[in-house]
């Protein structure tokens, strides 16, 4: 078996077909943990989940893109939204609400984004604030349910290994969690594994060379995912991708690890159940 650990389930990119989409990994031994990025799609992911007794789990949380910080105007995508999505303040009571469900095992994606940001200095460092101070909320939520984190970091590694390292230090943290999507550097790679975090990667490695990555992590620090709806694998050859597809996924790490196609399903596998507790 597999398990995509970071699908969207959750968006509209699927909102005629979700029930199918679920049904067809599942009868190819693929489970799933479906992402919140807001309120919206984190309570849709734990609706999803709870209509099957397990092979379907939800994680909730804010992206930070999504976040209001009156800084910066976001892109709407409607494969990822119903309603014109909205920039929101986090609502720790909300959230803390909807992971209270027994198939919430993560409090994700969080974390920080700088790709779309402010063009003036002080704007800059206002936006970066904002986002930190919601994604250490958003941590404390974590820790005070004892779950695991999915972190989301685009142009921001070295912010948020500097906050990590500050909560295992101040706080002596026994955090968890996988960073989701990597593409940062080997040395980036390299403080995450050393804080006992693992990694995850999807489609992204057909597009950016990340094999020597791949090659020095650790195989029991590894997590295998899709991100689905988006960067679908080219042997899928279709337009959208879903959780199925994490197969090719699997097949490439195999090739670039040199071990079997089999072994990197049983370890990833086990890592998620470890991680995630499922």
């Not at 031994?29 to 709870?50: F, L």
């Not at 803390?96 to 704007?123: H, N, R, W």
Request: net charge negative.
């Amino acid at each position: 078996m597999l398990i995509d650990t970071h699908a969207h389930v959750n968006f509209s990119a699927y909102k005629n077909d979700a029930d199918e989409v679920i049904k067809r990994s599942l009868e190819n031994d693929v489970w799933m943990i479906n992402i919140g990025s807001q309120y919206e799609t984190s309570k849709k992911a734990v609706e999803i989940a709870e209509k099957y007794p397990q092979s379907v789990y939800a994680a909730v949380g804010l992206h930070p893109i999504h976040l209001n910080t009156g800084l910066v105007k976001i892109k709407f995508d409607e494969e990822e939204s119903s309603f014109n999505s909205r920039e929101e303040d986090f609502n720790y009571k909300e959230y803390e609400e909807l992971a209270k469900s027994e198939k919430v095992v993560a409090i994700g994606e969080i974390g920080l984004d700088y790709y779309y940001k402010p063009k003036t200095k002080k704007k800059l460092e206002l936006f970066k604030e904002k986002q930190k101070e919601t994604f250490l909320k958003q941590l404390k939520l974590a820790e005070e349910l004892d779950l695991p984190v999915v972190f989301h970091c685009r142009v921001a590694h070295d912010d948020l290994i500097n906050i990590l390292n500050s909560q295992f230090l101040i706080h002596n943290s026994k955090l968890e969690g996988v960073v989701h999507c990597f593409t940062g550097t080997w040395e980036q790679a390299g403080e995450y594994l050393k804080m006992g975090f693992y990694l995850g990667f999807n489609g992204i490695i057909y597009k950016l060379d990340l094999k020597e990555i791949i090659q020095k992590t650790p195989l029991e620090k590894i997590l295998i995912e899709t991100d689905c709806p988006y960067l679908t694998p080219p042997l899928a050859q279709v337009k959208r991708n879903e959780p199925v597809y994490v197969k090719y996924i699997a097949e490439e790490i195999a090739k670039i690890k040199k071990v079997s196609y089999e072994e990197i399903a049983k370890i990833t596998t086990e890592n998620a159940k470890k991680l995630f507790k499922i």
